[in-house]
């Protein structure tokens, strides 16, 4: 029954709303710190750009985004994704659904044609929002990220936002829900670009060099919280 009611339009926009309230009273009551300060400016003459996120890290990240910036985000087709598509577009966040993963499952999941429109959004000058990491394995790179840098030509940036007071979840992509009335940190990464002609061998540096990055901006986020990165431990599988 619970399933179910989960599905239904109407308990997922109840869901979205009470999602999008409560962020937007975490955002109102935490003092944030920007590191590099005013990275907005820093930013806003490279757009559109490729925000990468770690996965569980990404609950906070519109915060990052400078006032009047066109925004869209990578969402999966699942339930969950649903929900998560309704909170952003009540956030100013436009959602374009899919996924990725190996070839067959990306293709069940609508990754070609959301990599398409991808692609779409950002020569209409929206920048694009999405988790770096593969399905299901935190903190781990893929490729998607840089095929959609080296198709686009346009720049990645790691960005991390983080908040000292949190629950940490003992779930796969070790998320972090940011509470209220706390002290909070924004930090952005050097940018990745990905040349168009990139060999394999050029792709991996890059997807490491992603990898790298979204590492080096969580950890100096947390630090400037005096918080250790929850995730900075995260088991790789064998």
């Excluded at 979204?214 to 918080?227: D, P």
């Amino acid at each position: 029954m619970l399933k179910h009611l989960g599905q239904s339009a109407a308990v997922q926009s109840l869901l979205g709303l009470v999602a999008v309230l409560y962020l937007r009273l975490v955002r109102a009551t935490t003092r944030f710190v920007d590191d590099p300060p005013g990275f907005g400016r820093t930013i806003t003459p490279q757009l559109p750009v490729i925000i990468a996120m770690w996965h569980g890290q990404h609950l906070m990240i519109h915060c990052a985004c400078p006032p009047g910036m066109s925004v869209s985000a990578l969402i999966s087709k699942s339930g969950d994704g649903e929900i998560n598509a309704k909170i952003l577009e009540r956030l100013g966040v436009s959602p374009i659904r899919g996924s990725g993963g190996d070839a067959a499952k990306s293709r069940k999941r609508g990754g070609m044609a959301a990599l398409r429109e991808m692609l779409r959004r950002l020569e209409q000058g929206s920048s694009i929002a999405l988790t770096a990491d593969v399905p299901k394995v935190s903190r781990l790179a893929g490729l998607g990220i840089v095929t959609l840098a080296q198709l686009s030509g346009r720049p990645i940036y790691p960005v991390a936002v983080v908040s000292a007071r949190r629950i940490d979840m003992n779930s796969w992509d070790h998320a972090s829900v940011a509470l209220p009335f706390s002290r909070g940190a924004m930090v952005l990464g050097e940018p990745i670009t990905v040349a168009r002609d990139a060999t394999p061998q050029m792709l991996e540096a890059a997807r490491s060099a992603v990898e790298a990055g979204l590492n080096e901006v969580h950890a100096r986020a947390y630090g400037l919280v005096g918080h250790r990165d929850p995730g900075a431990a995260v088991e790789r599988p064998a």
